[in-house]
């Protein structure tokens, strides 16, 4: 993707456009390949980076939700196991089957939870990983070493699907683009444009230059997660609010505390959620919580209560229990839940449209499952309000940019997919540009120079948080990569020293807060 030529187009004066997308997360860009794949001209604006919120700071699963099953959702746990199947398919170099374990006390949670785990079997109907099976205690623990013995007396396992959530953003972006669409990072959304009482463009403005430009649409789709209802507020400054969000927490360990490529769920914490704890690029990914929260940060933390919790039941239920010193990284994201009257471990991570008396078109909620229904009923909507001839949706069968073959290469082997050859030659070209930049990290030169060549990276905090994901692999790791990394990217966008310090400073300030 080259950024300058895709401003160019976005901010042409004559240029109207079918679609504008506010909003870079999984919703709005699963949105905009839905959209441009069906042939209409879109633009999706972004404030900050693709998927710089809450699409960056899931627990990586691609599942349909034992929770869901539990609450009686059966509607949403199905669907979510289509699409799971539908995303192993489309993006095998980036969505892969995982192994999980649910460890049990006794025959009784056994059976109840085999009986559970039956119906997602069932549920799964075409899009089946395996059947689910039943453990004794020996095979759990072979499985999941770390158990604490006591609470592994039996078990169950069966096979769902993990990810890495902001390369599949980025993906995303890249295929919409591929099909003609105009993704841009770091442009906000400032105001919506109206003409005789209806919403007709938005004015935006681009961070970098200070560009301000107007953008004509038939329809603007407000697809901002968390900040929906700020978006609703331009359309109507008295809207109610929509959103109940909700922070989930995460810690980052060393592999030492689950060995192996088996994940353990731990059914029901006690907030009655589930906590995960899973293998992932080379550590292990602890969580989750769920804190309803008043105010959406743009940079949310965890709370010193959060980490309490998920330690403590780390240490109730793995030998040796992990400590704060052992933590390596720790983040939050805000869930874009949609208001009902329950807490809000108890609301559905069913979508939400609805169209304003403008004809803006809002989506809220949803998980990152099912991001890509989201975006084909997002646009069957959107169709309609702009009065736009319905298109039939391609995205159910649609491999995704970098996924090419897999079944003749090995591109599945890397997150970059098909991209990966272009990388390797760059690399004979220049050998240092292979190299590992850090002995805890596995980041390389040639990923920063990728990410700023070919993925619109445009800060040191864009390459180590989501086009490689050091940050929130080894907070600290990151930082002492930071002035390498930014050196590179100041010779590829064209940086003087001032900057690239400036961003060493900017970033260090900001992993900081990934630290316990």
Same mark, same amino acid.
């Given at each position: 993707? $080259? ?23 999984a ?8 959209? !441009?794949?069906? +042939?209409? @001209? ?27 099953l ?8 199905a669907?979510? &196991? !289509? ?16 192994q999980?374990? #649910? ?27 395996? @059947?689910?099976?039943?453990? $004794? ?35 995303l ?35 970098e ?12 789709? $407000?697809?901002? +997660? ?10 109507? /400054?008295?809207?109610?609010?929509? #959103? ?10 060393? @592999? ?15 907030? +009655?959620?589930v ?7 080379g ?18 933390? /965890? %709370? ?82 702009? $009065?736009? /001839?319905?298109?039939?949706? @391609?995205?159910?069968? %649609?491999?995704?940019? +970098? ?33 590992? &930049? ?22 040191v ?9 050091a940050?929130? #692999? ?12 930014? !050196? ?11 900057? !690239? ?16």
């Amino acid at each position: 993707m $080259n950024r300058a030529a895709l401003l160019r187009t976005a901010s042409d004066p004559a240029a109207v456009w079918d679609f504008v997308i506010i909003g870079g997360g999984a919703t709005g860009l699963g949105t905009a390949v839905e959209a !441009a794949t069906r +042939g209409h @001209r879109v633009v999706l604006l972004e404030r900050g980076d693709f998927a710089q919120g809450t699409s960056s700071r899931s627990t990586k699963l691609i599942h349909g939700g034992l929770r869901y099953l539990r609450q009686g959702n059966l509607r949403l746990v199905a669907d979510s &196991l !289509a699409e799971r199947g539908r995303l192993l398919r489309n993006a095998p170099h980036l969505v892969r089957p995982l192994q999980f374990v #649910l460890p049990t006390t006794g025959w009784c949670e056994t059976a109840f939870y085999a009986a559970g785990l039956k119906l997602y079997d069932r549920l799964s109907r075409d899009h089946s990983l395996g @059947r689910s099976r039943i453990l $004794n205690s020996r095979e759990t623990l072979a499985l999941a070493p770390t158990l604490a013995p006591e609470h592994a007396r039996g078990g169950i396992a069966y096979v769902d699907a993990q990810f890495d959530d902001a390369r599949l953003a980025l993906t995303l972006a890249q295929t919409a683009a591929d099909w003609g669409a105009v993704p841009l990072n770091h442009v906000a959304v400032t105001a919506l444009m109206k003409s005789h009482g209806r919403v007709c463009g938005v004015t935006a403005l681009e961070a970098e230059s200070g560009q301000v430009f107007e953008l004509r649409a038939k329809v603007v789709i $407000n697809a901002a +997660g968390v900040f929906g209802d700020a978006i609703r507020r331009f359309d109507e /400054p008295t809207a109610a609010p929509k #959103l109940a969000p909700s922070q989930g927490a995460h810690v980052v360990l060393p @592999r030492r505390f689950l060995p192996g490529d088996t994940a353990v769920i731990i059914p029901r914490t006690a907030d +009655g959620r589930v906590l995960f704890a899973i293998p992932w690029r080379g550590c292990v990914l602890l969580g989750t919580t769920d804190t309803p929260v008043t105010e959406t940060d743009a940079e949310p933390r /965890p %709370l010193a209560a959060e980490l309490e919790f998920l330690l403590a039941h780390a240490a109730r239920h793995f030998t040796p229990a992990p400590a704060a010193d052992d933590i390596l990284s720790v983040f939050a994201g805000l869930r874009p839940l949609v208001k009902a009257d329950q807490a809000t471990s108890r609301l559905p991570r069913d979508h939400a449209l609805s169209v304003s008396s403008s004809g803006l078109v809002t989506i809220s909620g949803g998980k990152w499952t099912t991001y890509r229904k989201r975006g084909e009923d997002t646009v069957n909507t959107a169709e309609r309000v702009a $009065n736009l /001839p319905p298109r039939a949706s @391609r995205t159910a069968t %649609l491999s995704l940019h +970098g996924a090419g073959d897999a079944a003749a290469s090995d591109a599945s082997a890397s997150p970059y997919g098909t991209d990966t050859a272009a990388m390797e030659q760059l690399i004979r070209e220049h050998p240092e540009w292979g190299q590992p &930049l850090h002995s805890r990290l596995t980041l390389r030169p040639v990923e920063v120079i990728w990410a700023a060549r070919h993925e619109m990276a445009r800060t040191v905090e864009d390459v180590l948080s989501r086009r490689t994901r050091a940050l929130i #692999l080894d907070a600290r790791a990151s930082m002492e990569v930071a002035p390498q990394v930014a !050196a590179l990217l100041a010779r590829e966008l064209g940086r003087d020293e001032h900057w !690239a310090r400036e961003q060493v400073t900017a970033y260090c300030s900001l992993a900081r807060g990934y630290l316990p």
